[in-house]
């Protein structure tokens, strides 16, 4: 099955509701890119009139998760995943429409890649960018994702 922003959108309508409620959408999805947009709404707010720290986080892990996904489809390995650590920096308000985007997908490969040939979990740092419509950075989000054949 090839993963397009269509089919990881209506996934996350059946498997992950709270990404779909508010208002994340996968945009783009290529070899090795990511894009998901969400825009400031009253469901995803904070207290501060902004969007909810929250809400920037799933949309950035949706951008690198969708990279690993794809990877291991190409790979036609059953392979895991799993999120081990991750971090964040915030420097603007989140308001109006944020994207998310990581042009990462090479390292997953590798990872993949690795995995395969020696049977060990292989982790990769993938990092996720936010902007808004004037193209200002509001909040970075790196994750740590681990990948191991599965036996």
Known sequence: ??????????????????????????KELQENE???????RWINQNPFKSMFWAV?????????????MN??????????MLVLTNNATFTKKATGRITFSCDQGEAV?????????????????????GVNKDGVV???????????VKS
């Open 34 to 40: 990511c894009v998901a947009s969400v825009k400031f």
């Open 71 to 80: 990877s291991i489809r190409e790979s036609n390995k059953r392979i895991s």
């Open 1 to 26: 099955m090839i993963l397009t922003p269509q089919k990881i959108n209506t996934f996350n309508f059946f498997k992950l509701p709270s990404v779909w409620w508010c208002g994340i959408r996968v």
């Open 109 to 129: 490969k590798e990872a993949i890649q690795k995995t395969v040939e020696t049977g060990e979990a292989q982790t990769v740092w993938m990092k996720s960018a």
């Open 138 to 148: 509001v909040s970075t989000f790196n994750f740590e994702w681990t990948v191991k």
């Open 56 to 68: 920037q986080g799933m949309a950035a892990e949706l951008t690198t998760g969708a990279l690993v």
